[in-house]
């Protein structure tokens, strides 16, 4: 299984541009999330998914759109890039249950926007 | 969710046992606590998760009290490979999907 792989590993934009950060599970994990993580910070959620065709916005969803048409692909779009949305990029996976189950992490976009 | 409060920062020496010890006041009943390891560079990884008591896998051990309003996260006989950033999480992961909060960690520096 390669797990949670995630494109690009690096991306520089310009403010205004648009652009969509792919992520991919082979694991048939139902949960997918989007985290994103500034300098000396923890992880902040932007949007997750319980099962294809449902998601849901995190702590930070503001300038991010996603879908998840598949199980296994959750890719995340960014509408209109801003500086403020520098930052390295997680997405994860896990399966659902009652339990708060292990989520595994792909290897991270790092962003930036000039 | 339940927020978290754990040191900002430990320092350790190879072959001791590392404590880093949460407090997480308001865990709901329905919540369990969950620690991850990050490397520079990479995302989060499972360490271990727990309930209740004592859990024990083979990198660590989680101590939990019988009020459950802390935990200790426990590293046997430290490496230098054990310097990462260790989060400490409470939440549950039913219905709402897994709407992880993660503080600021504690970084964890091991020494010769």
């Known amino acids: 299984n390669a797990g949670v792989t995630q494109t690009p590993k690096f991306q520089v934009l310009k403010t205004g541009q648009s652009m969509t950060l792919q992520c991919a599970q082979d694991?048939?994990?139902?949960?997918m999330s989007w985290y994103r993580q500034d300098p000396g910070m923890g992880l902040r959620l932007i949007h997750y998914?319980?099962?294809?065709?449902?998601?849901d916005q995190g702590e930070v969803p503001n300038g991010y759109n996603v879908s998840r048409s598949t199980t296994e692909d959750f890719p995340l779009r960014l509408l209109s890039a801003a500086p403020s949305q520098t930052s390295v990029y997680f997405c994860?996976?896990?399966?659902?249950?009652?339990?708060?189950?292990?989520?595994?992490f792909g290897p991270g976009t790092r962003l930036t926007v000039l | 969710l339940a927020k978290t409060t754990q040191p900002i920062s430990m320092d350790s020496y190879e072959g001791q046992e590392v404590n880093i010890t949460c407090s997480h006041n308001?865990?709901?009943?329905?919540?369990?606590i969950t620690w991850y390891q990050q490397f520079p560079s990479q995302g989060p990884r499972f360490i271990i998760q727990?309930?209740?008591t004592k859990v024990t896998n083979e990198v660590a051990s989680l101590f939990i009290p019988a009020d459950r309003k802390s935990s200790t996260l426990s590293l046997p006989r430290v490496s230098l490979s054990d310097t990462a950033v260790y989060y400490c999480?409470?939440?549950?992961?039913?219905?709402?999907?897994?709407?992880?909060?993660f503080g600021t960690g504690t970084q964890l520096k091991v020494e010769l």
């Open positions: 999480l409470v939440g549950s992961g039913g219905g709402g999907g897994n709407k992880l909060t």
């Open positions: 694991m048939n994990h139902e949960y």
């Open positions: 998914s319980v099962g294809a065709g449902i998601t």
């Open positions: 994860a996976s896990s399966f659902p249950g009652t339990a708060y189950n292990e989520q595994f």
């Open positions: 727990g309930y209740k």
């Open positions: 308001n865990i709901a009943t329905n919540d369990y």
